[in-house]
């Protein structure tokens, strides 16, 4: 007995050593490219610097704090995120729920459903938001349709020209590209789903309303709040859609995010003390949203 749990041990250390090799450059990897990167900003952000100096950085101590917190600029930012991340992750849960649960009923043409929606979601930001550039021209796709809805021609809408279409015309572009990617998690929660329950309703004489909302969203509740984080983090990282629009003419202060603000106070105005300020308020941001999230599906794991 004590031989074979010598050999079981024997093993159980040479697989760990073994797993150890394969984990550690993966380790090594994003230890150098995620934590690195971090630390330096914090860092960094207790020093004055300027990019393109080559003088030494001095310490200030919370001065770069105090000035970003109360830097008008900066609360612009933080309204154009919530305002952003508000009005594309809401619809985003809601519709890609609605689309899941369209889907997982169309037996024959699922595959082809979710293709198309997730088709966009292979494209880079930069590209996606290219195509949109061009359907929000004043001659371009969008004006054609809505002028068409409204029975009137030549009208153009200003999508890239006016503070709050330009507001609306980033969060169509978010919307588009990540609604398959977020249908697809919620079709996976779907299908964890047992039939018997279904059928057992079905048996009791619910209807498909009665069974959505009283079967399907609580068993589904771990996935909403997965997608609803995820989301919420995917659109307070949003920075291609932002930037390609200003570049093309966009007024910036109704779009101007904080990842945006970041890469100008950085990149244009060479400060780079205060641009890790902001990068770390939004790094804690997202850090508590995601202790968030795992304590909300620790809490709402589900046997069926």
Same mark, same amino acid.
């Given at each position: 007995? $004590?031989?074979?749990?010598?050999?079981?041990?024997?093993?159980?250390?040479?697989?760990?050593?073994?797993?150890?090799?394969?984990?550690?450059? =993966?380790?090594?990897?994003?230890?150098?490219?995620?934590?690195?990167? !971090?630390?330096?900003?914090?860092?960094?952000?207790?020093?004055?610097?300027?990019?393109?100096?080559?003088? %030494?950085?001095?310490?200030?101590?919370?001065?770069?704090?105090?000035?970003?917190?109360?830097?008008?600029?900066?609360?612009?930012?933080?309204?154009?995120?919530?305002?952003?991340?508000?009005?594309?992750?809401?619809?985003?849960?809601?519709?890609?729920?609605?689309?899941?649960?369209?889907?997982?009923?169309?037996?024959?043409? /699922?595959? @082809?459903?979710?293709?198309?929606?997730?088709?966009? /979601?292979?494209?880079?930001?930069?590209?996606? =938001?290219?195509?949109?550039?061009? !359907?929000?021209?004043?001659?371009?796709?969008?004006?054609?349709?809505?002028?068409?809805?409204?029975? #009137?021609?030549?009208?153009? @809408?200003?999508?890239? +020209?006016?503070?709050?279409?330009?507001?609306?015309?980033?969060?169509?572009?978010?919307?588009?590209?990540?609604?398959?990617?977020?249908?697809?998690?919620?079709?996976?929660?779907?299908?964890?789903?047992?039939?018997?329950?279904?059928?057992?309703?079905?048996?009791?004489?619910?209807? %498909?309303?009665?069974?959505?909302?009283?079967?399907?969203?609580?068993?589904?509740?771990?996935?909403?709040? @997965?997608?609803?984080?995820?989301?919420?983090?995917?659109?307070?990282?949003?920075? +291609?859609?932002?930037?390609?629009?200003?570049?093309?003419?966009?007024?910036?202060?109704?779009?101007?995010?904080?990842?945006?603000?970041?890469?100008?106070? /950085?990149? #244009?105005?060479?400060?780079?003390?205060?641009?890790?300020? @902001?990068? !770390?308020?939004?790094?804690? $941001?997202?850090?508590?949203?995601?202790?968030?999230?795992? #304590?909300?599906?620790?809490?709402?794991?589900?046997?069926?």
């Amino acid at each position: 007995m $004590t031989a074979a749990k010598k050999r079981n041990g024997g093993l159980e250390r040479k697989l760990a050593r073994w797993g150890w090799c394969f984990v550690t450059p =993966a380790v090594l990897f994003f230890s150098l490219f995620s934590f690195y990167p !971090i630390i330096n900003a914090f860092i960094m952000s207790f020093y004055r610097k300027s990019l393109i100096s080559l003088v %030494r950085p001095v310490f200030v101590g919370l001065s770069n704090y105090m000035v970003v917190l109360s830097s008008p600029g900066f609360w612009n930012s933080v309204r154009a995120t919530v305002t952003f991340t508000l009005g594309t992750f809401i619809p985003l849960v809601v519709v890609s729920l609605l689309l899941a649960a369209f889907i997982t009923t169309q037996k024959g043409m /699922a595959r @082809m459903w979710q293709l198309m929606f997730y088709s966009p /979601a292979v494209l880079s930001s930069a590209v996606a =938001a290219l195509i949109w550039m061009i !359907i929000f021209q004043p001659t371009g796709l969008a004006n054609q349709i809505v002028n068409t809805l409204l029975l #009137r021609g030549g009208v153009d @809408m200003r999508w890239l +020209s006016n503070g709050n279409m330009v507001q609306f015309s980033t969060m169509m572009v978010y919307f588009w590209k990540y609604i398959g990617y977020f249908t697809i998690l919620f079709i996976t929660g779907l299908s964890k789903i047992p039939t018997g329950i279904y059928e057992g309703a079905r048996v009791d004489g619910a209807g %498909r309303i009665q069974t959505f909302f009283k079967i399907t969203l609580p068993l589904l509740k771990p996935t909403t709040v @997965m997608v609803s984080i995820m989301a919420m983090l995917q659109c307070l990282k949003t920075f +291609s859609t932002q930037y390609l629009f200003v570049q093309s003419g966009a007024p910036r202060a109704p779009v101007d995010v904080i990842t945006l603000n970041i890469y100008t106070t /950085a990149m #244009r105005e060479y400060n780079v003390g205060r641009a890790s300020v @902001m990068s !770390i308020l939004l790094f804690l $941001t997202m850090l508590i949203l995601t202790v968030a999230q795992f #304590r909300f599906s620790r809490s709402d794991d589900i046997s069926y």
